[in-house]
């Protein structure tokens, strides 16, 4: 179906009559918020009973730029990020690659693959907090067994393992949407092409290169956008694993926000981290968009 | 397959069991871990030498999770707000996605626009203008109030993927009940209804496993230790370090994870493709 709009009249109108019981909802509820809180980050909004806000702005951001705890939560939101999104991009690749050739439990893998990412981000943390547990958890027990350590690593309350540790989490929980993501646009790849190759002498790996690749490529401008914006926006996963913590080491900038907002009761403050986080976004999704009208041409 | 040809090496083939098993185990051992920590005394989680798999599986911690009156109160309490904004978010969205399917007027792109848009956006953002709206109407801290904010931003997602349902039944049919003399409404209920029953079911479920999921939200506006969902007790939980049991808590985690679990027994093949025709060509 194109997405041309010929504001037919009368088919304008039906329309509207159904999107009726919707309109005040999404009005009130979600487009006043989404406009409010962007505008909410020049002003000096506090939490109390009666909200009296001033218009002050770019005060927010100047504060926000003097401060050091923004700049690091800024810094380890994109580390999160960007390790989060590559490194599970790169895996859930390889994964596809593995699902979609004839190998035996397929179908098992395939299931399992979509229960982390169904799961309570709360119960992911409560499990990988058992796991990672520093005197009852399977992993400091594995790493003594193997004597790759003589003492057990407190993984998340380490100034140097925490995020790493919470990274990979991360990548637990966002490689099987990827992975399956990336089967489908697999599926999708024309075979003869590769017939074609095969004549032609190319081996796998050329093949690889020169035709899947290619050929994913939407898919995976689509994914890894799209990816990189969720991550960027993470909050309940980290909050629950390390709170932000050992000594900010993991606040990512929702974290910051949050606690701007809802600790300190700074929410002109937390609307200005919020507004910075969206030029960021702008940033990722232009990719996505540019990519979906190239594909949609 | 793509690249396979009909004779792959067996050192290849060897290789790419390994590849396949070192996955199952990164994937599946954490919720084995968590499953098998759920059935351990309090003893056998303390011991010094973990074993993978209980000694003495029992379901003691189970009734442990389940006596804990907080926990019931909660999983009550998500039940409630996971089935409320369920009905909701269907009642409301079937006729929008309904529209978007099949009208081509000018309230298609900009809903599409705020689907994207809403995906993608900070919650910060969002959740406190939503905080301040919802105060003054003495709906914060109130299951309703939340109701509300999950119906809303469930909606989204939901039109995503009913949309696609409403484009795969056919026109014609539609076509042959309006020659017959059936008004819009009595096609849609008589005739489009019982055909998107699969994509009504689907949809609900995954409104249903979002609201059970959802924390930020909950975590903002529910304050009443009486009123919090299941994934803010349990976040307690953990808050709570030093005195926490952790067997109930995996117990309970096992709990709180079941819906999920029901969800993809029912529909892992649909729901697949259903999240792929919405995420890769929109």
């Known amino acids: 179906m194109s997405a041309v709009t010929t504001g037919r009249p009368k088919q304008n109108r039906e329309a509207i009559y159904l999107f009726l019981p919707a309109l005040l909802p999404i009005l009130l509820f979600s487009v006043y918020p989404l406009l409010r809180g962007l505008a909410l980050g020049f002003t000096d909004a506090k939490a109390g009973l009666h909200v009296q806000t001033n218009f002050i702005g770019f005060g927010n951001f100047s504060k926000l730029l003097h401060n050091d705890l923004f700049w690091s939560s800024f810094k380890i939101g994109l580390i999160w990020t960007l390790s989060v999104t590559i490194l599970q991009f790169v895996a859930a690749l390889g994964l596809a690659l593995l699902l979609n050739t004839n190998l035996r439990f397929r179908g098992v893998a395939r299931t399992l693959a979509l229960i982390p990412w169904a799961m309570p981000p709360v119960v992911v943390a409560i499990m990988w907090r058992l796991l990672l547990h520093p005197t009852n958890g399977p992993v400091n027990e594995i790493l003594q067994n193997l004597h790759l350590t003589d003492h057990p690593i407190n993984f998340l309350g380490n100034f140097s393992t925490a995020l790493p540790a919470v990274i990979v989490v991360g990548i637990w929980v966002g490689m099987p949407m990827t992975t399956v993501t990336l089967l489908a646009g697999l599926q999708g790849i024309d075979r003869s092409l590769y017939e074609a190759a095969a004549v032609d002498g190319a081996g796998g790996w050329h093949q690889f290169w020169n035709i899947t690749l290619p050929q994913l490529r939407t898919v995976i401008v689509a994914i890894t956008s799209l990816d990189m914006i969720w991550n960027f926006n993470s909050f309940g996963l980290v909050y629950v694993l390390t709170a932000g913590g050992p000594g900010g080491k993991t606040m990512l900038p929702m974290l910051f926000a949050y606690n701007e907002a809802f600790r300190y009761g700074n929410f002109g403050m937390a609307a200005a981290m919020g507004d910075v986080m969206v030029v960021i976004i702008i940033v990722f999704l232009a990719f996505y968009l540019r990519n979906r009208l190239r594909s949609q041409a | ?282």
């Not at chain 2, 599409?112 to 848009?117: F, P, R, S, T």
């Not at chain 2, 939340?146 to 014609?172: C, D, H, K, N």
């Not at chain 2, 249903?208 to 975590?219: D, T, V």
């Open chain 2, 1 to 282: 397959m793509s690249r396979q040809r009909l004779g792959t090496a067996p050192a290849t083939r060897a290789a790419q069991y390994v590849a396949v098993v070192c996955y199952l185990i990164f994937l599946g051992f954490p919720l084995l871990w968590l499953i098998s920590t759920s059935l351990k005394s309090p003893q056998e989680f303390a011991s010094i030498d973990p074993s993978f798999l209980p000694k003495h599986p029992d379901f003691s911690n189970f009734t442990d999770a389940l006596e804990e009156q907080g926990l019931v109160r909660s999983m009550l309490n998500s039940l409630q707000v996971s089935v409320a904004s369920t009905v909701l978010v269907l009642i409301v969205s079937l006729p929008v996605a309904y529209a978007l399917a099949r009208f081509r007027s000018r309230l298609r792109p900009i809903t599409n626009g705020w689907i994207l848009v809403s995906q993608v956006f900070p919650v910060i953002l969002i959740v406190i203008p939503l905080f301040m709206i919802l105060r003054p109407l003495h709906l914060t801290n109130t299951i309703p109030g939340v109701v509300i904010v999950y119906t809303v931003w469930s909606m989204p997602f939901a039109l995503w993927m009913l949309q696609g349902y409403v484009a795969a039944v056919p026109r014609e049919l539609e076509e042959a009940a309006s020659v017959d003399g059936a008004s819009r409404v009595r096609t849609i209920v008589s005739i489009v209804m019982p055909l998107l029953r699969p994509g009504l079911i689907a949809t609900a479920m995954f409104t249903f496993i979002s609201a059970w999921n959802e924390f930020f939200f909950a975590l903002v506006l529910l304050q009443d230790p009486q009123l919090k969902t299941l994934p803010l007790v349990l976040a307690r939980f953990v808050g709570a370090e030093g005195q926490v049991q952790f067997g109930p808590l995996a117990a309970a985690s096992v709990l709180a994870t079941v819906p999920s679990l029901v969800f993809f027994a029912f529909l892992q093949r649909r729901l697949t493709s259903g999240l792929l025709s919405g995420a890769v060509k929109g």
